[in-house]
């Protein structure tokens, strides 16, 4: 039923909209209170990791993020290896620089963990003509929370334009870390890209390439769902 416009009232469906407006606005004003006034800014790796657990695990991975120590590039140890890559490409050197990574390294751990990475990585990039242009980057924000969206490598594969994010760790990679990830690229960076530019999530250690599969329309509120989840518990662990 509705009041008619003519007399000078709003519909119900008007009043409706102007609640429902009202009280987004409080729930976000609740969260930014409560999260004390700033938003926890969280890499796509912590997304992953909170997204593929549940229950009490997954409560446990949000207090796990927000009480560790802040991030520090010297003990971050695939950091070289990702600086190695990038610095191979944008020298436009070829693949067989990729041979000359694990012989500088002086770290015992690295020169058992990298030889594998780099042998991953010659074999995906194979007798590919690679070029080089500069990733964008940017953020995703949703209900108070922060997810930085930064790719290392734009690479120009055959002529076709690829934004890639590494994969790095020995672990298998996970659907969850296969899907998300290159949502996160074609949700953040697409305004950034090239008309026809591909975002996609490189397995350095297993030579393979993912690109985007799941639909991003229908995918993002499940994306927010989980970043809602962060904010309301993030204040309580």
Known sequence: MEISHDEGYLSMS??????????????KDNCLSNLGGSMPNLSLSDLIDVVSKSGTPKATKVRQIKNRPAYQPAIDFYKPLRDAFVKIHTEGADRSSLDGIVPKLTDVKKITSYPELVEGYKKWWGKKKIGWFVPPRGTYSHAGIDISVNPELGLVIDGARV?????????PISQYRVDLIPLLLELVLRDKCQAGDAVGLLDARKGKLHYLTVNPGTSKPILDAELAYVAALWPHV
């Open 14 to 27: 008007d009043i409706e909209n102007c609640i429902f407006g009202y009280v987004l606005l409080k729930l």
């Open 163 to 171: 934004v890639i994010k590494l994969y790095m760790k020995a672990d």
